[in-house]
């Protein structure tokens, strides 16, 4: 796992970054199914590195720019993705819906908390994984290539490549 790193999230630039992200989130969760070249004009502004993405409304993010995909990358619906550091996806990867993608923690100290400080840590999904539904990635883990999380679980550890990792054997 990746060490957290601590951040001021509100400086102005972050705060513009991240307006911007939910005002695109916005627009792209009202667009209809069948406003395809909308969608993805939006989708294009809102995650410049993810072009060959299929993602299901309602979707949020932090950011956007923040989120990194390889090719053929599905979220399913009401996917959340707190990109408050790099988020990366490999190849062929697919989200369950009600998923929960964190790069963003906060600190234990209640000071810290109420200063404002976060705690990110990237978080690395590598190529055909599967997250089933109501998945929930916390910051700094990296699952493996061809890995499958099963449903309800949280991932609080690195996953090894190709690891069935179910509720049996969550931690």
Same mark, same amino acid.
């Given at each position: 796992m990746v060490p957290l790193t601590? !951040? !001021? &999230?509100?400086d102005s630039s972050r705060k513009q970054q991240r307006h911007r992200a939910k005002q695109l989130c916005f627009a792209l969760n009202q !667009? $209809? &199914? =069948?406003s395809k070249a909308e969608r993805k004009q939006t989708l294009a502004k809102l995650l410049p590195f993810a072009k060959t993405a299929i993602i299901e409304t309602p979707f949020t993010c932090d950011f956007g720019n923040n989120i990194v995909a390889g090719d053929k990358l599905?979220?399913?619906h009401n996917v959340v993705i707190l990109d408050g550091a790099r988020v990366t996806f490999g190849d062929r990867v697919m989200v369950g819906p009600n998923s929960v993608i964190t790069a963003t923690t906060h600190p234990k100290d209640a000071q810290k908390r @109420? $200063? *404002? %400080?976060q705690l990110v840590a990237p978080v690395m999904v590598g190529n055909d994984v599967w997250l089933g539904a109501n998945v929930i990635v916390l910051? *700094?883990?990296t699952? *493996? =290539?061809g890995a499958i999380i099963g449903a309800g679980v949280t991932v609080t550890r690195d %996953?090894? @490549?190709g690891e069935i990792f179910t509720g049996r054997n969550a931690i």
């Open positions: 601590e !951040l !001021l &999230p509100m !667009l $209809s &199914p =069948d599905y979220l399913n @109420a $200063s *404002g %400080i910051p *700094g883990v699952i *493996g =290539d %996953i090894a @490549a």
